[in-house]
């Protein structure tokens, strides 16, 4: 059974469940395989501090720059430490059709809630070859099938029609929106007039979320919530208590802590908080480069992250 917190729309004032799923990272060993003490200490973080879902190997987890066995063994892994925690989605999405395929192949041994297919990338695909594409995939797909809409990375856009068409398919349950939030908000509001709530709208704006709680969305996911999963939960558990102001305050924080990444780069300034809060293995595949010892000292020297560090990432009063 998953775990759920709940929160209040301030409009409805009724109880909705609220999903915070963590793009977590992928914790790797010098010769860039799985690093399981690693991956271990991250799951564990996530679980034990109000996380009710996982996306493995999505775009925080760097799929694409992965070693096929450090994929598989995440993956594997990943289900084996998540076992009657929570649901587990997994990313798959190559460049082209066959790729994905075989991905989701391997996926269909495993016991995953999910598979999550980002639109291909590389070259240019028209709106009748990504429907193509997503539906050929869901009919290969054991688990359901979630898109997953990224264009400022894959400069490819699920456009509205498409997602609405797509979301027909009996084993297309949802789409983690990575976009303008307008586009996520036009989606639900046309899924609702087509009577057609169950189709997941998990929206990725991190920056924002306690706003985004307040309009309704309860269905939420980022890398950020990977590396402070107590600050992510502390928002949702504000906005279940309706104190709003709160639940901003909070929000500034976890938002401070993000542009650090700006600074210092997603991946090297993950890695570094990371290994500052115990959770050992490099998440900078190559060539991405880690920090050198100054920048790392400097970036643990950081006001927020001082903060953040003192309360071994749990929830800060006010």
């Not at 450090?70 to 649901?87: C, D, F, H, M, P």
């Not at 009577?195 to 980022?222: K, P, T, Y």
């Amino acid at each position: 059974m998953l775990k759920q917190l709940t929160a209040v729309s301030s409009s409805s004032r009724a109880v909705q469940t609220v999903t915070l799923i963590s793009a977590i990272g992928t914790p790797l060993t010098a010769d860039e395989l799985l690093h399981e003490e690693g991956l271990s200490g991250h799951l564990d973080d996530q679980w034990s501090n109000g996380i009710t879902g996982l996306l493995v190997a999505g775009t925080m987890g760097l799929l694409q720059l992965l070693r096929d066995e450090t994929y598989s063994a995440l993956v594997r892994r990943s289900v084996e430490l998540s076992r009657g925690q929570g649901e587990v989605l997994v990313g798959a999405g190559d460049c082209g059709f066959a790729r994905t395929r075989d991905r989701i192949a391997f996926l269909n041994t495993q016991k995953v809630d999910g598979v999550v297919v980002l639109a291909p990338y590389f070259l240019t695909f028209s709106q009748t070859e990504l429907l193509d594409y997503y539906r050929a995939l869901a009919d290969e797909s054991r688990a359901p099938l979630y898109l997953y809409d990224l264009p400022q990375r894959t400069k490819c856009k699920i456009a509205l029609p498409t997602a609405l068409e797509l979301s027909k398919h009996p084993n297309i349950h949802g789409i983690k929106c990575s976009d303008e939030p307008s586009y996520a908000r036009e989606l639900r509001d046309r899924l609702d007039e087509a009577g057609r709530a169950d189709f997941r709208v998990i929206v990725a704006q991190s920056a924002m979320m306690d706003a985004c709680l307040r309009v309704g969305f309860r269905e939420h996911v980022d890398g950020t919530y990977a590396i402070a999963p107590r600050w992510t939960a502390d928002i949702a558990r504000a906005a279940q208590a309706l104190e709003w102001d709160a639940a901003a305050t909070r929000q500034r924080r976890l938002n401070a802590l993000q542009q650090l990444f700006g600074r210092y780069g997603v991946f090297p300034a993950m890695t570094a908080m990371l290994n500052a809060r115990g959770i050992p293995g490099s998440f900078c595949p190559r060539p991405i480069k880690p920090l050198d010892d100054a920048a790392r000292e400097a970036l643990l020297a950081e006001p927020i992250m001082t903060e953040f560090l003192a309360a071994g990432g749990a929830a800060v009063e006010g």
